[in-house]
């Protein structure tokens, strides 16, 4: 009876209503999404593993597949145990679970985004800090179908919400708390190997709560003429803490990296092998990672190896609302304004520099490494919720502190359109969050596409894809696509990709092995995949023998084929997907060439994918594209 009453206190019952409605949107939309370029590779990792487990190892895809080398798995095996028994028990959809399943785990990325604020500010500013972060586009849109950005940042919030405790709570690292952060690092560790990231931030909040002690005590022993220095090592507060510091908390960090490690290594059968070594191993590919892809950046295709350090600082600034450039603005007034005011002390803003050191420190270690970054902002997605959180601060510092009413109410304002211009562009370009550009910096959508990446995450052909299978309920044919073919399958012949997996799924909860079957579709996507490597379908792409031709703008690949278009995707005024009508039996070979040529002295090169590309670097650097033969 106590514990209902405390549930249905007027605080928690805000929370609980909050979540509910937030529960209700991703029911109602979840199906809106459709299957990212990586969702498949997650998919089977997932299978694997659970497999690999399954059989003791025996049927080992999860240690000699690249992708299961480079990540741990805990969101996949989780995000697939799920899944599969939705689709044995109930014939649901795999991907549309997925959606669903990630969403969540996007729904608990903003909890404790909730938590962080409430326990730095109270329950307002941890509200606003929810706010903030729900209502950033990318963070929204990636929640419903990334299956790596988004569980990494939730699992980093999460682990930053047991950092920051002993500052707020005064109750120091004990045994508990370490035991909660080793979890929720291995949270993140368990998605993306930069989880270790965590462990440099937590090192650094536990050296300025000794900082914090020592300052305490130099300020509880007075230092006379006759008397010893608090500074010097006599000092036995000195002492007190340098035990404190090997004796206290070298065990709990052991604790704390014993429990994050083993929690990672469970998930990914690569490492398991070897715990120490793999790891380590793959950190090294991973901060080099060799990926040799192309990038629409300011107007120029890049090789993503040669991507300036502006990059990420660059998308940061686009994609982030106007409303986190307010609140950090106010923030560093009201910081400025409580230093003139001695308002300073170390452990009540220790937690926000904690906080702004675990933006920056990741942020500046993958710039100055130029280590490879693509897709826009999706890979330090993990450093948008707390950057909502110092926004959240902001805003309410600034209208807790500042006197002026009429100005407050004038910030308010601005704040107030800002919101509603983000809630516009949020409802305007579903399902398709993830291409949001703010006003601001980059001018809004249609400015933004003529010169950065718009759907590189494949969004739009759910729709163009749905469309074909409506339009044409009964003819069989070929339809041509470039970029993204062999993962459209799934969209032509849904209900027998999901039989087949179930069937398949079946056979292995029976033991048996299962008959793996090509689910026959009347409609062929035919055409070259992402990663530019040659498939049976090829020919039939580049000799024309197809009779529609779908393509996103992206790279303006619609553009690279005549024909009548018969359907499109846009959002704000801007076209994001074509459906053509092409003459059959034309070639296109030229068009799409898959040789790569560098012409000696120019920075000029016709690729695989039949357009010019400006590069940074000279041609002696550039490299072609896995798959593509240099003549």
Not at 193 to 217: A, C
Not at 265 to 278: D, E, K
Request: charged share 15%.
């Amino acid at each position: 009876m106590i514990s209902l009453l405390h549930i249905f206190k007027s605080r928690n019952l805000y929370i609980l209503l909050a979540g509910a409605a937030l529960l209700l949107l991703v029911s109602l939309i979840y199906r809106d999404y459709g299957v990212s370029y990586d969702e498949a590779v997650h998919l089977n990792n997932g299978d694997w593993i659970m497999v690999w487990y399954g059989t003791l190892g025996k049927i080992n895809s999860a240690v000699t597949a690249t992708s299961s080398k480079y990540y741990a798995g805990l969101a996949d095996i989780i995000t697939q145990v799920l899944a599969n028994t939705g689709t044995v028990a109930f014939g649901w959809d795999h991907f549309e679970q997925r959606h669903f399943i990630t969403a969540l785990i996007g729904l608990l990325g903003i909890f404790y985004t909730y938590r962080v604020g409430n326990l730095l500010g109270g329950q307002v500013m941890g509200g606003w800090a929810a706010l903030i972060l729900l209502l950033t586009p990318r963070w929204f849109g990636h929640m419903f179908d990334d299956p790596k950005d988004i569980p990494f940042a939730t699992g980093y919030v999460a682990s930053l919400f047991y950092i920051l405790q002993p500052w707020v709570k005064d109750r120091g690292y004990d045994w508990k708390l370490c035991v909660k952060i080793g979890f929720a690092i291995g949270a993140a560790l368990g998605v993306r190997i930069g989880g270790v990231f965590l462990y440099v931030t937590l090192t650094v909040s536990i050296l300025l709560w000794v900082l914090g002690r020592v300052h305490n005590s130099e300020e509880e022993i007075p230092v006379t003429s006759t008397s010893k220095s608090s500074i010097m090592p006599s000092d036995p507060s000195w002492f007190q803490i340098a035990e404190e510091t090997v004796g206290f908390f070298f065990p709990r960090l052991l604790l704390v990296g014993c429990i994050s490690w083993t929690v990672m290594v469970l998930s990914w059968p690569y490492a398991l092998i070897s715990p120490i070594i793999r790891p380590l191993e793959v950190m090294g590919v991973m901060s080099n990672y060799p990926w040799e892809g192309d990038i629409f950046f300011q107007g120029r295709v890049i090789p993503s190896a040669h991507l300036p350090m502006s990059y990420l600082p660059t998308w940061l600034l686009m994609t982030l609302p106007e409303f986190y450039f307010l609140g950090l603005v106010l923030g560093i007034g009201v910081a400025v304004y409580s230093c003139f005011q001695n308002r300073l002390s170390l452990s009540s803003h220790a937690p926000y520099l904690i906080l702004i050191f675990s933006v920056l420190f990741p942020l500046l270690v993958i710039i100055l490494n130029h280590s490879p970054v693509y897709d826009g902002m999706r890979h330090v997605m993990f450093v948008v919720p707390p950057l909502a959180i110092l926004t959240a601060a902001g805003i309410l510092g600034f209208w807790r502190r500042f006197p002026f009413a009429s100005v407050r109410w004038v910030v308010g304002s601005v704040l107030g359109l800002t919101i509603g211009l983000v809630m516009y562009d949020i409802v305007t370009l579903h399902p398709y969050q993830t291409i949001y550009f703010n006003r601001l910096v980059a001018g809004g959508l249609k400015q933004a596409l003529t010169r950065f990446d718009g759907d590189y995450w494949g969004q739009t052909y759910h729709a163009g894809s749905d469309w074909i299978v409506e339009h044409y309920p009964t003819e069989s044919f070929n339809v041509g696509v470039p970029y993204m073919a062999k993962r459209l399958g799934y969209y032509f012949n849904r209900q027998e990709e999901i039989r087949s997996r179930r069937r398949m799924l079946l056979a292995y909860i029976h033991g048996k092995t299962p008959k793996i079957e090509a689910a026959v579709s009347r409609l062929r996507a035919v055409g070259p995949d992402w990663d530019g490597v040659s498939t049976s379908d090829d020919s039939l792409f580049k000799s024309g023998q197809y009779k529609l031709y779908m393509s996103g703008t992206q790279f303006k690949w619609n553009e690279k084929i005549p024909g009548k278009t018969l359907f499109s995707v846009s959002r704000q005024g801007v076209t994001l997907l074509e459906v053509k009508e092409v003459a059959s039996n034309t070639s296109y070979e030229k068009v799409f060439d898959y040789t790569a040529r560098v012409q000696p002295g120019s920075h000029e090169a016709e690729t695989g994918w039949s357009y010019w590309r400006k590069y940074d670097a000279p041609p002696a650097t550039t490299k072609c594209h896995p798959g593509w033969a240099a003549s």
